[in-house]
C-alpha cells in the first residue's frame, strides 16, 4: 500500500519515520515500538543493550576505517504524545497516525504527529542503514516515557552507554543549536470541597470552552495562548460576582506539558438568571479575544442547560475558594533571561483540572532554567494553594542543562553548520526539559548538542513537520558524524 511518504527525501530518514508513525506508542506504552527497534538490530546483527525501565542502546560499528574515533551517543526518545481533536474518533493503541502533505509541510490529520521524537529516532536509524553516512562507533539510545515525566532518562542506568558526545536530536528549530535545558517540577494540588443540594430555584447549566490552540507549555509559553482552565474561572468569576454559583464539576487539560485547549463545567444558577448567564459568557468570550485573537481566534465560550441530575455540588464556600484559586494561580511566562535575549528563563502552566467526590485536583507545571527561580515559581503556586484550603504535592523535578559555550562538540558543530550553511547557527538554550540535563548528569558529564528539523504545533492536533528542513537537518546530521569520525 502506498504512502504519503514514499517518494520524500531524504528516503532513509522517512522510511523510517513512516514505520513509526504506524506503531502504537503513546507515553507508558512503548512495547511495540521497542520490538521494532529490537528487530530492526537484530536484522542487522547489532548488539542491543537493555536496562530495567526499557531504555535501549543499539551498539552500531564504525564505518570501515573509522573505528578509532570517539564513541558517539546519538539519543532519541521514542514515546510520543496522544492527543486528538475532541470530535475525532481515534485509538492511540492500535490506529496509525493519519497524514497528509499541504506544500511543505507533513501534517496529522486531527492527531498529534509523533515528530516529536520520532523524527530524531528515524534519523538515528537511518544514520545506520545508509551507506553514505560516514561515522564512527555510535550507540543509538532510545529512552522511553520522556513526555509524560522523562521516566527513561531519570532511571537510565548509566551503564547502558560507553560515550561521552551525545548527541541530541530532540530539537525543533533547523538551524538552532541548543546548549542547556530548563528543569522542571510537576505540582498536584487537592481542593477538599463540602457538597450540598442545590437550592430549588437552580438550574444547572453547563460551560465549555473550545477552539484554543494548546501545544507545548514550554515551547509555546512565550506565545500567550489561551488557556482554557484560566478562561472558564473568568467565566465563572463574571458570573460569580452577580449569584449565588455552586460548582458540580469542572474537567480541563489531561497532559501537564501541554496547554490545555478545551475545559468544561457543570454548575447550578438560579433559573432567573441563565439569560444573563449566557449573556455574561459572550461578553467574556468577547473580552478574552481582545487579547487573544491574534495567537487564539478560535477560542468559542458555549453555554448550555444540564441535563443530567446534580445531586450536591460544591457549597457557595466550597465554590469560592475553587474559582479564586484557579484566577490567582499564576499561568504564563514568570520571567525572561538576563543572559540569553528572548529566551523564557521562568513560566507556569495550569494544566489540568479534574472533579471527584471529594473535591478538585489540579495540575501545574513550571519551569527554569535558574534553579532559585524554579523553586520560587512553586512557592508562588503554593502560597495560592494554601490561601484557597488546598494542598499541594511536588513530583517529577528534573534538573537543568547548563549551557557549555566551550564545548568541543559545540566549536565542531558550528564548523560544520558554517560549511554547509556559509553563516552561523543559532546558538541557544531551550525553555522545555530536554533529556540531555538528567542523562549529563547520570553520566558524571557528557559532551551535548540538541538540533532537530523545524516542527510546529507540538504535543497538539494538527502537529507537522517542514518536509526540506528534514532535508537540511539531515545533512547537517551527516556532516556532523562524518567530522566526529
Same mark, same amino acid.
Given at each position: 500500500m502506498s504512502s504519503p511518504l514514499d517518494n520524500l527525501e531524504p528516503s532513509f530518514v522517512w522510511k523510517h519515520f513512516d514505520q513509526l508513525r504506524q506503531i502504537p506508542r503513546a507515553s507508558g506504552k512503548e512495547e511495540k515500538v521497542l520490538a521494532h527497534i529490537k528487530k530492526w538490530a537484530a536484522d542487522r546483527k547489532f548488539a542491543v543493550r537493555e536496562d530495567s525501565v526499557g531504555n535501549l542502546c543499539v551498539v552500531v560499528p564504525a564505518t570501515a576505517g573509522?573505528?578509532?574515533? #570517539?564513541?558517539?551517543?546519538? @539519543?532519541?526518545?521514542?514515546?510520543?504524545?496522544?492527543?486528538?481533536?475532541?470530535?475525532?474518533t481515534f485509538d492511540f493503541d492500535k490506529d496509525p497516525i493519519a497524514v497528509r502533505i499541504d506544500g511543505d509541510w507533513l501534517i496529522a490529520d486531527h492527531t498529534t504527529l509523533g515528530a516529536d521524537n520520532g523524527l530524531g529516532v528515524a534519523a538515528a536509524l537511518a544514520s545506520a542503514d545508509d551507506p553514505s553516512v560516514v561515522h564512527g562507533p555510535m550507540e543509538i539510545l532510545c529512552t522511553v516515557d520522556e513526555e509524560t515525566a522523562l521516566t527513561g532518562a531519570t532511571n537510565l542506568d548509566p551503564k547502558l552507554v560507553e560515550g561521552r558526545t551525545l548527541?541530541?536530536?530532540?530539537? /525543533?528549530?533547523?538551524g538552532t543549536l541548543f546548549v542547556g535545558c530548563a528543569g522542571g517540577c510537576t505540582a498536584a494540588i487537592d481542593l477538599p470541597v463540602k457538597? $450540598? *443540594?442545590?437550592?430549588?430555584?437552580?438550574? $444547572?447549566?453547563?460551560?465549555?470552552?473550545?477552539?484554543?490552540?494548546?501545544g507545548h507549555s514550554g515551547l509555546a509559553i512565550h506565545e500567550n495562548r489561551g488557556n482554557s482552565i484560566k478562561v472558564l474561572a473568568r467565566v465563572l468569576h463574571e458570573w460569580l460576582r452577580k449569584t449565588d454559583l455552586r460548582v458540580d464539576a469542572m474537567e480541563g487539560g489531561n497532559k501537564h506539558n501541554a496547554i490545555p485547549r478545551e475545559a468544561s463545567a457543570v454548575v447550578t444558577i438560579p433559573k432567573a438568571f441563565a439569560q444573563e448567564a449566557r449573556e455574561l459568557a459572550a461578553l467574556t468570550q468577547k473580552k478574552a479575544l481582545t487579547e487573544l485573537v491574534t495567537?487564539?481566534?478560535?477560542?468559542?465560550?458555549?453555554?448550555? %442547560?444540564?441535563?443530567?441530575?446534580? $445531586? %450536591?455540588? *460544591?457549597?457557595? *464556600?466550597?465554590?469560592?475558594?475553587?474559582?479564586?484559586?484557579?484566577?490567582?494561580?499564576?499561568?504564563?511566562?514568570?520571567?525572561?533571561? #538576563?543572559?540569553?535575549?528572548?529566551?523564557? %528563563?521562568?513560566?507556569?502552566?495550569?494544566?489540568?483540572?479534574?472533579?471527584?467526590?471529594?473535591?478538585? @485536583?489540579?495540575?501545574?507545571?513550571?519551569r527554569s532554567s535558574v534553579e532559585a527561580a524554579l523553586r520560587f515559581g512553586l512557592d508562588q503556586a503554593k502560597a495560592v494553594v494554601l490561601l484557597a484550603g488546598g494542598t499541594m504535592s511536588e513530583s517529577g523535578?528534573?534538573?537543568?542543562?547548563?549551557?557549555?559555550?566551550?564545548?568541543p562538540l559545540l566549536a565542531t558543530c558550528k564548523s560544520v553548520f558554517r560549511e554547509l550553511r556559509g553563516? /552561523?547557527?543559532?546558538?541557544?538554550?531551550?525553555?522545555?526539559?530536554?533529556?540531555?540535563?538528567?542523562?549529563?548528569?547520570?553520566?558524571?558529564?557528557?559532551?551535548?548538542?540538541?538540533?532537530g528539523p523545524d516542527l510546529a504545533g507540538v504535543h497538539a492536533p494538527g502537529e507537522k513537520v517542514n518536509i526540506p528542513s528534514v532535508a537540511r537537518f539531515w545533512d547537517f546530521y551527516k556532516a556532523v558524524l562524518r567530522s566526529l569520525a
Open positions: 573509522h573505528e578509532k574515533a #570517539r564513541t558517539v551517543i546519538v @539519543q532519541g526518545h521514542v514515546d510520543m504524545v496522544a492527543e486528538k481533536d475532541k470530535a475525532t548527541l541530541n536530536l530532540d530539537s /525543533e528549530e533547523d457538597r $450540598a *443540594a442545590a437550592p430549588s430555584d437552580h438550574v $444547572a447549566m453547563r460551560v465549555e470552552i473550545t477552539g484554543l490552540k494548546g495567537i487564539d481566534p478560535g477560542l468559542t465560550v458555549t453555554v448550555t %442547560e444540564w441535563k443530567e441530575p446534580v $445531586a %450536591e455540588p *460544591a457549597d457557595p *464556600a466550597s465554590t469560592l475558594r475553587l474559582i479564586a484559586m484557579l484566577i490567582g494561580l499564576p499561568h504564563g511566562v514568570l520571567a525572561m533571561s #538576563r543572559d540569553i535575549p528572548g529566551l523564557t %528563563e521562568t513560566s507556569t502552566n495550569v494544566a489540568i483540572v479534574k472533579t471527584d467526590k471529594a473535591g478538585f @485536583q489540579v495540575v501545574t507545571s513550571t523535578g528534573y534538573p537543568g542543562w547548563q549551557p557549555n559555550m566551550s564545548s553563516k /552561523e547557527p543559532h546558538v541557544t538554550a531551550i525553555h522545555a526539559g530536554l533529556e540531555c540535563g538528567i542523562i549529563g548528569e547520570k553520566l558524571g558529564g557528557a559532551d551535548m548538542i540538541s538540533f
